[in-house]
T-cell receptor
Framework: DAGVTQSPTHLIKTRGQQVTLRCSPK?????VSWYQQALGQGPQFIFQ???????QRGNFPDRFSGHQYPNYSSELNVNALLLGDSALYLC?????????????FGQGTRLTVV | KNEVEQSPQNLTAQEGEFITINCSYSVGISALHWLQQHPGGGIVSLFMLSSGKKKHGRLIATINIQEKHSSLHITASHPRDSAVYICAARESDKIIFGKGTRLHILP
């Protein structure tokens, strides 16, 4: 079992561009959640997808959007990138709702906006 | 608004020492998670607690619901325990993370 896989591992984008990050959940997990972690800070919850719908959302602007596919894999899209969007983006999968059971995390995608 | 506070922010100890990391939160929660994050970013879930105490190897986690406080203990600490330890509180449909405690165990 490959666990949670995220791609790409590193990404450099220019301010104003758009980016798509990808996450494949652990086998048997149907819920995917996304987090932003700035340097030296704890992760912050962006949103959760379950049954291909956004179920919960943290305090992030509409520039942050996502999608979940029928195979439970997920994408995080960020439009009109700002310098402040530079962070480690983590994806976690779990069986069922947000953190009701043990969550498994990917290694993250480090996004740098220049 | 639920706040999750961890202490200490940074901790350096000698190999073999008993380590305690604390986490407090301000409103009622349904579960509390302890996570370990190694350099490079990968996060591993250590414990999920809603009451009492759990033990896994040299790691022990406790929670006191009335006092809104949880602790993570490491017995016989080892340099490979060096990592950032994060507590995360689940409140209905939200998950809130602490800023983490950076632990460095010296050989």
């Amino acid at each position: 079992d490959a666990g949670v896989t995220q791609s790409p591992t590193h990404l450099i984008k220019t301010r104003g561009q758009q980016v798509t990050l990808r996450c494949s959940p652990k086998s048997g997990h149907d819920t995917v959640s996304w987090y932003q972690q700035a340097l030296g800070q704890g992760p912050q919850f962006i949103f959760q997808y379950y049954e291909e719908e956004e179920r919960q959302r943290g305090n992030f602007p509409d520039r942050f959007s996502g999608h979940q596919y029928p195979n439970y894999s997920s994408e995080l899209n960020v439009n009109a990138l700002l310098l402040g969007d530079s962070a480690l983006y983590l994806c976690a999968s779990s069986p069922g709702q947000l953190f009701e059971a043990e969550a498994f995390f990917g290694q993250g995608t480090r996004l740098t906006v220049v | 608004k639920n706040e999750v506070e961890q202490s200490p922010q940074n901790l350096t100890a000698q190999e073999g020492e008993f380590i305690t990391i604390n986490c407090s939160y301000s409103v009622g929660i349904s579960a509390l998670h302890w996570l370990q994050q190694h350099p490079g970013g990968g996060i591993v879930s250590l414990f999920m607690l809603s009451s009492g105490k759990k033990k896994h190897g040299r790691l022990i986690a406790t929670i006191n619901i009335q006092e809104k406080h949880s602790s993570l203990h490491i017995t016989a600490s080892h340099p490979r325990d060096s990592a950032v330890y994060i507590c995360a509180a689940r409140e209905s449909d939200k998950i809130i993370f602490g800023k983490g405690t950076r632990l460095h165990i010296l050989p």
